[in-house]
């Protein structure tokens, strides 16, 4: 048994959220930081921590208050430390430290990434089978684990170059589409025609694990612009030519992580997929997986992007274990085995 209040602060999403068990969310805030970079068409280190030291006491407070609980009744208090921007993660595990310390209640310390993985048993009673092929695909990441136990991830494949995400971001904004550019590029994709232009899928070789999306985006830009040094006109942006590149975007993009979970499940011998992070939204990447032919396991809309419930979730099961971090928790830029074995 165990009450965990969760702080989130990798990115530029504030989040507190108190977790029962490891599922039971209780409450999950998070404080939205889009309109703020909006104009600058992605995340701005800077800007995402002066609002997270705004954000981030009121949303700990309103964690507490929406589910009905003190400070006293918490377990441990648990932060994501790693990976993010440095100056956004100091805010959350600054905070966590503080509160554990003046609460003298445990710390515990979670990787985001593999919080993004737990964030499928939240608010469920799914056990997946281990092992199983992980899936991460986020603004900031798109990597693929070998989940032996939710404390027994190892990486296996990540991008060389652009998340995912990241891709869909940089796509709207050729296309005029604001940020994040996930949701709309999505939902202009399922009113556009899917082969209509043939985008490349980057699979990097036979029996690569490993991603690339900037290919893809500078086939977009060059479609949309024209290749540099001939002379092609700009193409007409209209709504049925946006609908189609959105459409044919979105096939190279679900192609390519499709191809790449199937080689993850032959190498890992995996008996499930696993997908969380921002992009697990997506409608067409949700359609195909089935095509797997293995159990899958999506978190539901609301823990599929930032948040603290999955940190709250995951931190159980090292409560459970008695893995707690000590005082000096660092924040950490990188992932926990961003090195391949
Ligand atoms: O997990 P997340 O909130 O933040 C990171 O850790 O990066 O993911 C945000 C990303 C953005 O790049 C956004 O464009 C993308 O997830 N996203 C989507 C969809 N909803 C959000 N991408 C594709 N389709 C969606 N429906
Ligand atoms: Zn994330």
């Known amino acids: 048994m165990s009450l965990i209040l969760g702080i989130e602060s ?35 280190p800077e800007i995402a921590s002066r609002a997270h030291i705004e954000n981030i006491l009121p949303v700990i407070r309103e964690s507490l208050t929406s589910a009905g609980y003190e400070f006293t009744d918490l377990d441990a208090i648990a932060v994501a430390h790693r990976p993010g921007l440095i100056g956004s993660l100091f805010i959350g595990v600054t905070t966590a430290k503080t509160l554990a310390w003046s609460l003298a209640k445990p710390l515990i310390g979670v990787d985001h990434v593999h919080a993004h993985l737990y964030s499928v048993v939240l608010d469920s009673d799914v056990h997946p089978e281990f092992p199983a092929v992980g899936v991460v695909v986020s603004g900031g990441h798109t990597a693929l684990y070998d989940v032996k136990s939710w404390t027994e991830i190892e990486l296996i494949g990540s991008t060389i170059d652009d998340a995912v995400g990241e891709a869909y971001d940089k796509v709207s904004a050729i296309l005029g589409l604001g940020y994040p550019g996930g949701p709309v590029i999505d939902r202009l994709a399922q009113e556009g025609v899917a082969n209509a232009i043939r985008f490349p899928r980057s699979l990097l070789g036979r029996e690569s694990l490993d991603f690339s999306f900037s290919g893809l985006k500078t086939a977009v830009l060059y479609h949309v612009r024209g290749v540099p040094g ?16 959105a459409a044919s975007f979105q096939a190279a993009c679900v192609d390519t992580l499709l191809t790449k979970m199937k080689r993850a499940l032959r190498h890992t011998r995996g008996r499930s997929v696993i997908v969380g992070g921002g992009v697990s939204a997506n409608s067409g990447l949700r359609n195909a997986l089935p095509s797997l032919g293995v159990p899958i396991y999506l978190p539901t809309f609301a823990y599929c992007t930032d948040n603290a419930a999955m940190t709250a979730g995951l931190a159980h099961v090292l409560f459970e274990r008695r893995r707690f971090s000590d005082l000096d928790l660092d924040a950490i830029t990188s992932s926990q085995f961003a090195f391949r074995k």
């Open 10 to 44: 990798t990115c530029d999403e504030t989040g507190a959220a108190i977790v029962k068990d490891g599922r039971v969310v209780q409450s999950n805030v998070v404080a939205s930081q889009v309109a703020l970079h909006e104009r600058y068409r992605g995340v701005v």
């Open 230 to 245: 001939r002379d092609d006109p700009p193409i007409d942006l209209n709504d049925q030519s946006l609908r189609n590149i």
